[in-house]
């Protein structure tokens, strides 16, 4: 099984429809974030979680909210979906890389997500 | 305001030549400067850091350098094989933000037989 599972693998969903994304993880990390990619943008923080009782929007959260309801699961969802959120959307966990070097992340998949 | 840029959207070289990817950056305030690789249907995947008291890192083939009065850090491949295309991502964090990242928009990279 994957560290980080993200479901659904593909969808395509019509504007105005309330949407949910999921991401769950066995690395048993406390941070979770979601981020999307657009071409010639890169990778974009939505939101992010520290805990399961802290939650922090991103550089792009309008739009989006999200629940992490467990450790292992934080889910990400679109209240009434546009066409501008078409993307690919990543959940990623994260952990030390030792003392001085910062964090490394673990991604899931992807989920890639059209609105029509 | 991108914090972090990559330039060059693509970047193509021949099998058993070096690789080299460039980031840029506009705030001093990072600490930790990470490289990711993506290949397609998958999610990126951590290669190399270094942390910004440092100028250089080493791990196999990869090498990282650092160049803060420039703001400027690259990504040496070398050799490079078929296997290293993908889509490059540099990223970077400051202590002070926990561990958000900002990455750039990211290289292809093709590596040619």
């Known amino acids: 099984d994957a560290d980080v599972t993200q479901t659904p693998r593909n969808r395509i969903t019509k504007t105005g429809k309330r949407i949910m994304l999921e991401c769950s993880q066995t690395?048993?990390?406390?941070?979770m974030y979601w981020y999307r990619q657009d071409p010639g943008l890169g990778l974009r923080l939505i939101y992010y979680?520290?805990?399961?009782?802290?939650?922090n929007k991103g550089e792009i959260s309008d739009g989006y909210s999200v629940s992490r309801q467990a450790q292992a699961k934080f889910s990400l969802s679109l209240e009434s979906a546009i066409p501008n959120q078409t993307a690919l959307y990543f959940c990623?966990?994260?952990?030390?890389?030792?003392?001085?070097?910062?964090?490394?992340?673990?991604f899931g998949s992807g989920t890639r997500l059209t609105v029509v | 305001d991108q914090q972090v840029k990559q330039n060059s959207p693509s970047l193509s070289v021949q099998e058993g030549r070096i690789s080299i990817l460039n980031c840029d950056y506009t705030n001093s305030m990072f600490d930790y400067f990470l490289w990711y690789k993506k290949y397609p249907a998958e999610g990126p995947t951590f290669l190399i850091s270094?942390?910004?008291?440092?100028d250089k890192n080493e791990d196999g083939r990869f090498t990282v350098f650092l160049n803060k009065s420039a703001k400027h850090l690259s990504l040496h491949i070398v050799p490079s094989q078929p296997g290293d295309s993908a889509v490059y991502f540099c990223a970077a964090s400051p202590e002070t933000s926990g561990s958000r990242l900002t990455f750039g928009e990211g290289t292809q990279l093709t590596v040619n037989p």
């Open positions: 690395k048993g990390h406390d941070r």
């Open positions: 990623a966990t994260s952990d030390s890389l030792g003392q001085g070097k910062g964090y490394g992340y673990t």
């Open positions: 270094i942390s910004s008291i440092k």
């Open positions: 979680s520290f805990d399961v009782k802290d939650i």
